[in-house]
């Protein structure tokens, strides 16, 4: 957090560029302190630059070529704001992140830039819990159950159109109106699958209907999110948003890591968790305006991950989620290599801006050094040149003030983090995880009586219905065989009747609803069951 000795107005020996530069930065309330101005060549340490933690909750972006010292600076403001109390949630995509639950390690570079930029260093490790998605890789797994996904966040997910949206809204209703619980995936295609058999279509009618054509439409889009391994993110028992609300036992900021390495070649996995995770922390917090530090801050760690291949449906959900959740106390920093991975309506919610150095290899390189350099206010330095030489650990600055206008451009050198620059030993993460006041409550999935089950179990109970009704009146007809003396008659009826049973069963309501979903797994799986030859594994 910010000193009050190494305030601007110090700095009198200060050029007079550099002067009216650090001016922009000097800050009366509490503050993060990001590195010195860099002017001419010269690193100047009288020349703070800051970012009001205030307005930590207006949004942000890391950008900068690979290697330029990014994570770094997420790691840098994390440990700054858990220091000053408030909460983090990182997506830790590379793993490299985890370090900042442990202490530094102090050498010659350390000492080296603490020294250029004016920085007291010391080791320090902070407050941390780490989660996995689903329980893919190391942390407290995450899961949510469908029911609470809810169908509109659903069909944008799936993709599915304005009337697969109303349909399967309308699946949702009946769900809720049965008792049928949405838990899991299965408990959803078991839902889509009975109301398009025979029974279903009777019960679903006077609601609106469900035509064959929409439900395989909604079921193949689910087996497809699924084969993304969506299928171990929901379930139970559900993660509570509030964990990452919660402070450690001295007062700094709990600094949650989500360690989703196994999973970020399934990108659609991972931006449905981010949509669900922010709808449900927007649901819950209450609007509070604009408080004296932020109630959470996020950072999405290799944000190109979100939007490549997105859905138009997704962009919109997010772009309206930054624009809505700052009113709620929650920031969001999105850290990448180049402004242009981030669409420009969610570009224009980010107001405070760290731009570590860009490469100019190529033309398409070029062209978005150019289109990056546009993207900030007018400014003293040559920035088409300036990013283009940046070291690593330096970057260019703008942020908002505390009155809430950008502040002037600013090159700067970084300070060091006071974290480990690296990943924590696996040991000693797994460790962490299971001492976990959380792993007790989360570790363990549970899969209890819901609508897959339900629906199961009326289905096996109509075809023992169907056995009993068959065999009993194959037991009448023998015995009005036998006191007629037609023994041999009454021998070949109880035959016939015994065929009759098989094809009373292949007629029923259930078995055609069964037949219909031959090719998902739901079917596959019910089938093979009342058949005997193989029962689902719980």
């Given at each position: ?78 440990e700054q704001l858990s220091a000053g109390g408030v909460p983090v949630f990182l997506a830790d995509i590379k793993g490299d992140v985890s370090g900042i639950a442990a202490p530094g390690a102090p050498g010659d570079r350390v000492a080296e830039r603490a020294g250029e930029v004016g920085q007291v260093w010391e080791a320090e490790g902070f407050p941390c819990e780490f989660y996995a998605l689903g329980g893919s890789g190391p942390g407290i797994p995450l899961r949510a159950t469908v029911t609470s ?390």
């Open positions: 957090m910010g000193d009050s000795e190494n305030t601007a107005e110090s700095a009198g020996v200060l050029p007079e560029p550099a002067r009216e530069i650090a001016a922009g930065y000097a800050v009366s309330g509490a503050s993060l302190d990001l590195g010195a101005l860099l002017w001419d060549g010269t690193c100047l340490p009288d020349a703070q630059i800051r970012i009001p933690l205030a307005m930590l909750n207006r949004h942000g972006l890391v950008a900068g070529a690979t290697g330029t010292g990014k994570t770094k600076t997420l790691q840098l403001i994390a996904f809810g169908p509109v966040l659903l069909s944008k997910v799936l993709e599915l159109n304005r009337t697969q949206e109303q349909s399967l809204g309308l699946i949702f209703h009946y769900a809720d109106s049965k008792g049928l619980e949405l838990i899991d995936l299965k408990d959803l295609r078991a839902v889509v699958a009975f109301l398009v058999s025979d029974t279903g279509k009777a019960e679903f009618k006077g609601i609106g209907g469900l035509s064959t054509a929409t439900a395989g439409v909604i079921l193949r889009s689910v087996t497809a999110f699924e084969q993304q391994g969506a299928g171990d993110f929901f379930g139970e028992p559900e993660f509570d948003t509030a964990e990452l609300l919660r402070l450690a036992p001295d007062g700094r900021g709990l600094v949650s890591v989500l360690e989703p390495a196994a999973v970020q070649d399934k990108p659609q996995l991972f931006s449905t968790f981010l949509m669900w995770l922010l709808a449900d922390l927007f649901h819950d917090l209450p609007e509070v305006g604009d408080l004296e530090k932020p109630k959470l801050v996020f950072f999405f760690d290799e944000a190109h991950l979100l939007f490549d291949g997105a859905s138009k449906a997704f962009l919109e959900s997010i772009t309206r989620t930054v624009r809505l959740i700052r009113s709620k106390g929650v920031g969001i920093f999105f850290v990448t290599q180049t402004p242009r991975d981030v669409p420009a309506e969610v570009l224009a919610q980010l107001g405070n801006r760290v731009q570590h150095a860009l490469r100019a290899f190529t033309p398409d390189d070029a062209k978005a050094l150019r289109s990056t350099v546009r993207t900030f206010p007018h400014s003293r330095y040559d920035l088409e040149e300036l990013l283009t030489r940046l070291g690593i650990g330096e970057a260019v600055i703008t942020v908002l003030s505390e009155n809430g206008a950008p502040t002037p451009v600013a090159a700067t050198r970084l300070r060091a983090p006071r974290s480990l620059m690296g990943p924590w030993p696996a040991a000693e993460l797994e460790a962490a995880v299971k001492g976990s006041s959380l792993y007790g409550r989360y570790a363990q999935a549970v899969d209890r009586e819901s609508a897959y089950e339900k629906l199961s179990a009326g289905q096996e109970a109509e075809a023992k219905a169907a056995a009993a009704r068959a065999a009993e009146t194959a037991d009448r007809a023998a015995v009005e065989g036998a006191v007629r003396g037609e023994g041999a008659r009454g021998a070949g009826k109880a035959a016939e009747e015994d065929a009759s049973l098989v094809e009373q069963v292949v007629a029923s309501g259930m078995f055609r609803s069964l037949a219909r979903s031959v090719g998902t797994q739901l079917g596959r799986e019910i089938s093979r069951s009342l058949f005997g030859t193989a029962r689902r594994r719980r």
